[in-house]
Nanobody, 124 residues
Framework: QVHLVESGGGLVQAGGSLRLSCAAS????????MAWFRQAPGKEREFVGA????????RYSDSVKGRFTISRDNAKNTVYLQMNSLKPEDTAVYYC?????????????????WGQGTQVTVSS
């Protein structure tokens, strides 16, 4: 059974930083591309960014480009989301997702697996 477990969320002031982690189990981690999404209250789930199976390629939404960085450690079956220069509009539940490595550049409309999410709140 596949599990994706996010951690590292919390409350931070605007301009601050947080690092989220997503620990994966039950899958061959280095054959999956990984992504981060977020969902703010009353809004649809939004793609944040993705990382290729080996970690050599990343892509981001325009809203976080230059502020957020995705990385992964395949030895630890973990993907990270480093969030810097946080803004109140970054407040959301953040989810990680996994999909076959060939879908790294897809729309990520229906990933194979989802985590349960972790809350990030940025105060002004």
């Amino acid at each position: 059974q596949v599990h994706l477990v996010e951690s590292g969320g919390g409350l931070v002031q605007a301009g601050g930083s947080l690092r989220l982690s997503c620990a994966a189990s039950g899958l061959t981690f280095n054959t999956y591309a990984m992504a981060w999404f977020r969902q703010a209250p009353g809004k649809e789930r939004e793609f944040v960014g993705a990382i290729s199976w080996g970690g050599s390629s990343t892509r981001y939404s325009d809203s976080v480009k230059g502020r957020f960085t995705i990385s992964r450690d395949n030895a630890k079956n973990t993907v990270y989301l480093q969030m810097n220069s946080l803004k109140p509009e970054d407040t959301a539940v953040y989810y990680c997702a996994a999909d076959h490595h060939s879908r790294y550049r897809s729309s990520w409309s229906s990933p194979n697996y989802w985590g349960q999410g972790t809350q990030v709140t940025v105060s002004s």
